[in-house]
Nanobody, 115 residues
Framework: QVQLQESGGGLVQPGGSLRLSCAASGSRFSIYTMAWYRQAPEKQRDLVASITSGGSTNYADSVKGRFTISRDNAKNTVYLQMNSLKPEDTAVYYC?????????WGQGTQVTVSS
């Protein structure tokens, strides 16, 4: 059974940085896409950034130039480096992966940007 373990969330001041990590275990197949989504209170879950197995990346317009997604295929781990954080980045951040058998979600990690 595929499990995703997220870490790295927390409270940070505006302008600060955080790095999220998500380690996938139990996948018998190669992982295609790895991504981060976020959901603020009373809003829908939106894509933040994604990365393919070949390293191609895609970002939401709101985070371009501030966030960087990367992955370590040997460790089945995806990272999200978040810089210049803003209060509007406050949300629960979810890890997502897709392999030949389906899609999987992490349990979410809270990121709060506040002074």
């Amino acid at each position: 059974q595929v499990q995703l373990q997220e870490s790295g969330g927390g409270l940070v001041q505006p302008g600060g940085s955080l790095r999220l990590s998500c380690a996938a275990s139990g996948s018998r197949f190669s992982i295609y896409t790895m991504a981060w989504y976020r959901q603020a209170p009373e809003k829908q879950r939106d894509l933040v950034a994604s990365i393919t197995s070949g390293g191609s990346t895609n970002y939401a317009d709101s985070v371009k130039g501030r966030f960087t997604i990367s992955r370590d295929n040997a460790k089945n781990t995806v990272y999200l480096q978040m810089n210049s954080l803003k209060p509007e980045d406050t949300a629960v951040y979810y890890c997502y992966i897709r392999n030949p058998r389906g899609t999987y979600w992490g349990q979410g990690t809270q990121v709060t940007v506040s002074s």
